[in-house]
């Protein structure tokens, strides 16, 4: 089994930041790429930001120039920095990451997601 453990959401006043982290644990062979969604209450969840394992990088518009993703291979972990928070980044972040366990196939593991608001 895999798992994905998120930190660092919380409470945060418009154009202020915030970092979150995820570490994967369990029985992994090799990750490939992890990222992080979002979901806002009555909308559908959505990507974030992708890193491969090389460090190649995939941003939606919405958040390019203000979230950085970036990974420890060595320790399995991901983390987004987030600045210049805006309201419309209130939304439960989810990491996820493509782990491929010894002798098995790739699959897509979740974290249980954590909440990020921006209000003032």
């Known amino acids: 089994q895999v798992q994905l453990v998120e930190s660092g959401g919380g409470l945060v006043q418009p154009g202020g930041s915030l970092r979150l982290s995820c570490a994967a644990s369990?029985?992994?062979?090799?990750?490939?790429?992890m990222g992080w969604y979002r979901q806002a209450p009555g909308k559908q969840r959505e990507l974030v930001a992708a890193?491969?394992?090389?460090?190649?990088?995939n941003y939606a518009d919405s958040v390019k120039g203000r979230f950085t993703i970036s990974r420890d291979n060595a320790k399995n972990t991901v983390s987004l920095q987030m600045n210049s928070l805006k309201p419309e980044d209130t939304a439960v972040y989810y990491c996820?990451?493509?782990?491929?366990?010894?002798?098995?196939?790739?699959?897509?593991?979740w974290g249980q997601g954590t909440q990020v608001t921006v209000s003032s």
């Open positions: 890193i491969t394992s090389g460090g190649r990088t």
């Open positions: 369990g029985s992994i062979f090799r990750i490939n790429a």
């Open positions: 996820n990451a493509d782990v491929r366990p010894p002798g098995s196939v790739d699959r897509r593991y």
